[in-house]
């Protein structure tokens, strides 16, 4: 079995929900708020490109400040480094599996550009993007994945330069055509139950 056939098909029927974060709130710091961001118990150095800047302090150069040289901020100093640490910045929303209760590990298998975040009212998680300004289709589709689940059938992955020729991209792209062929299947199958039950024939569709 492929590591693409051990993903799960939770999501691929989902549809992205318009949300207004501000109008909404966010529990914890609003009575009525209605969102909560999931999040990991550490975080990349931003730093972390060059470990050249990870260590004590030496004549060559100073330790990292942003972390204890390791390359990870703990939470704490994530938030302290950026307020908006983990925060949504554009207003849609991508559900996840509502059977499943995400955490930490999950917060920080996702990629720096997408966050977790849970509406306290339904008690469901969603992806939301942090940053925007281009078509993110290939990194929503790739927190998917690294959340155990094929990415939702309505992602059209854009045709951009140094995408889809590394191995990584190639799987990812294989993993949309899967659930792309699912969604067609279930329609198909729902479309021959109809005609089932109302005795159809092709005339009558027409």
């Known amino acids: 079995m492929s590591d693409i056939e051990k993903l799960d ?3 691929i029927e989902s549809q992205t929900r318009t ?22 118990e550490r975080e ?15 004549d060559e150069g100073d330790a990292c400040t942003s972390c ?8 704490d100093q994530a938030q302290e480094s950026d307020p908006d640490w983990r925060a949504p910045m554009m207003n849609y929303a991508y559900p996840l599996d509502p059977n499943r209760a995400y955490d930490a590990d999950d917060a920080e298998a996702v990629s720096g550009c997408l966050t977790i975040v849970r509406d306290v009212v339904e008690d469901r998680c969603y992806l939301a993007l942090t940053g925007g300004g ?12 690294d959340l155990g689940h094929l990415p939702p059938a309505w992602i059209r ?17 294989r993993a949309v055509v899967m659930s792309c062929e699912t969604v067609a299947d279930w329609a198909k199958g729902r479309a021959d139950r109809a005609r089932r039950v109302a005795g159809l024939g092709l005339s009558d569709e027409r």
Request: include cysteine; proline fraction near 3%.
């Open 134 to 145: 281009m078509d993110l289709s290939w990194e929503i589709a790739r927190a998917h994945m």
């Open 9 to 11: 098909t939770a999501c």
């Open 19 to 40: 949300v207004d974060w501000r109008e909404e709130g966010w529990s914890g710091y609003d009575d009525a708020g209605r969102w909560e961001i999931v999040y990991p």
């Open 68 to 75: 204890d040289g390791s390359g990870w901020m703990s939470a």
């Open 157 to 173: 992955l854009p045709d951009m330069a140094g995408r889809g020729e590394s191995d990584r991209d190639k799987e990812l792209a």
């Open 44 to 58: 990349e150095c931003g730093y972390a490109y060059d470990e050249s800047l990870h260590g004590e302090a030496t």
